[in-house]
């Protein structure tokens, strides 16, 4: 049988008893084998795909023409071709992998970055950055809710699905939930890009896009709320009030009546959820009831 059909049959597990031992005696076996072995270590992409026969074929010329003129440093040039391989599969696991950070419900945590940037991630978030080249490019990337404290450097970036914020060193917090994102400044100045919207905001202004809706207000707390255990809300949709009350007690709640766009402003705090229930439903006219430890139904008095 030809050898390149040896070799096509072998790449595809299809040799027989007799075929495989007509293939191990070829000259180049064992770096044929060297290199599929080695090759199958390492997954650069998940997008890869697996080369066809014409591809490996053109490979294998490459690595078997030097071989002829150099055949005294055989061993030391596979040798050099495996450790290449394993210095690019080190390479791209260790220095293009990006650290991620998520929490739980009913759960926050406080950490510092490579320049000593502080963040406190809120319940139910994630964020993710490259440590390895952090120095060139401060940037991460959040889904939930976060404060950050940015040490004076180079741009630092925020990146959501609904905007961008940018900036030097200055201390605000970005929430980033489903269909409410909110940035709120509170020292320094942070650029604010969302779709078409862009603004710049200075210590106590606020920026938010709610349903579709932008508004830009004022504050004048120093900290956020949540960073103290407490959540307060100024004329917000009443599910969304119920949505972080989910996420910081890991209950779930069904609203039984017609307040879900209803506006609340008031506060619960994150040590009790029969105070927090209460908290929220009082101000509304509405009760609830706790069918198990995780579950909660809320409605009207008069039902």
């Given at each position: 049988?030809?050898?390149?059909?040896?070799?096509?049959?072998?790449?595809?597990?299809?040799?027989?008893?007799?075929?495989?031992?007509?293939?191990?005696?070829?000259?180049?076996?064992?770096?044929?084998?060297?290199?599929?072995?080695?090759?199958?270590?390492?997954?650069?992409?998940?997008?890869?795909?697996?080369?066809?026969?014409?591809?490996?074929?053109?490979?294998?010329?490459?690595?078997?023409?030097?071989?002829?003129?150099?055949?005294?440093?055989?061993?030391?040039?596979?040798?050099?071709?495996?450790?290449?391989?394993?210095?690019?599969?080190?390479?791209?696991?260790?220095?293009?992998?990006?650290?991620?950070?998520?929490?739980?419900?009913?759960?926050?945590?406080?950490?510092?970055?490579?320049?000593?940037?502080?963040?406190?991630?809120?319940?139910?978030?994630?964020?993710?950055?490259?440590?390895?080249?952090?120095?060139?490019?401060?940037?991460?990337?959040?889904?939930?809710?976060?404060?950050?404290?940015?040490?004076?450097?180079?741009?630092?970036?925020?990146?959501?699905?609904?905007?961008?914020?940018?900036?030097?060193?200055?201390?605000?917090?970005?929430?980033?939930?489903?269909?409410?994102?909110?940035?709120?400044?509170?020292?320094?100045?942070?650029?604010?890009?969302?779709?078409?919207?862009?603004?710049?905001?200075?210590?106590?202004?606020?920026?938010?896009?709610?349903?579709?809706?932008?508004?830009?207000?004022?504050?004048?707390?120093?900290?956020?709320?949540?960073?103290?255990?407490?959540?307060?809300?100024?004329?917000?949709?009443?599910?969304?009030?119920?949505?972080?009350?989910?996420?910081?007690?890991?209950?779930?709640?069904?609203?039984?009546?017609?307040?879900?766009?209803?506006?609340?402003?008031?506060?619960?705090?994150?040590?009790?959820?029969?105070?927090?229930?209460?908290?929220?439903?009082?101000?509304?006219?509405?009760?609830?009831?706790?069918?198990?430890?995780?579950?909660?139904v809320i409605h009207d008095i008069k039902m």
């Amino acid at each position: 049988m030809d050898k390149n059909d040896l070799l096509q049959k072998w790449l595809n597990n299809e040799l027989t008893a007799s075929e495989q031992e007509t293939f191990s005696r070829l000259e180049d076996y064992k770096l044929n084998e060297d290199i599929l072995k080695a090759a199958s270590r390492f997954k650069v992409s998940h997008f890869s795909n697996i080369d066809d026969f014409n591809a490996f074929k053109k490979r294998y010329e490459a690595y078997k023409k030097p071989i002829h003129k150099l055949s005294r440093f055989y061993p030391v040039m596979r040798v050099a071709c495996v450790l290449a391989i394993l210095l690019c599969g080190y390479y791209f696991f260790n220095y293009n992998k990006d650290t991620v950070i998520n929490t739980f419900a009913n759960e926050k945590t406080e950490f510092v970055l490579p320049d000593n940037s502080e963040i406190v991630l809120n319940t139910l978030s994630r964020i993710s950055y490259n440590a390895s080249n952090w120095d060139d490019k401060r940037e991460i990337k959040l889904d939930g809710e976060a404060f950050f404290k940015v040490a004076k450097g180079k741009q630092f970036d925020v990146l959501t699905s609904d905007g961008i914020i940018s900036v030097v060193g200055t201390a605000f917090n970005v929430k980033q939930r489903e269909n409410y994102f909110e940035v709120k400044c509170f020292e320094g100045i942070v650029n604010v890009t969302s779709d078409t919207i862009n603004r710049q905001l200075t210590a106590g202004h606020v920026f938010q896009i709610l349903n579709g809706n932008f508004v830009e207000t004022t504050m004048t707390y120093e900290t956020p709320h949540w960073t103290n255990n407490l959540s307060r809300f100024k004329a917000i949709p009443f599910n969304e009030v119920v949505a972080e009350l989910e996420r910081q007690f890991d209950v779930e709640i069904t609203l039984k009546d017609n307040s879900a766009q209803r506006l609340f402003t008031g506060s619960f705090t994150h040590d009790n959820l029969e105070n927090a229930l209460i908290s929220i439903t009082q101000p509304m006219s509405l009760t609830f009831k706790m069918s198990t430890s995780k579950q909660v139904v809320i409605h009207d008095i008069k039902m």
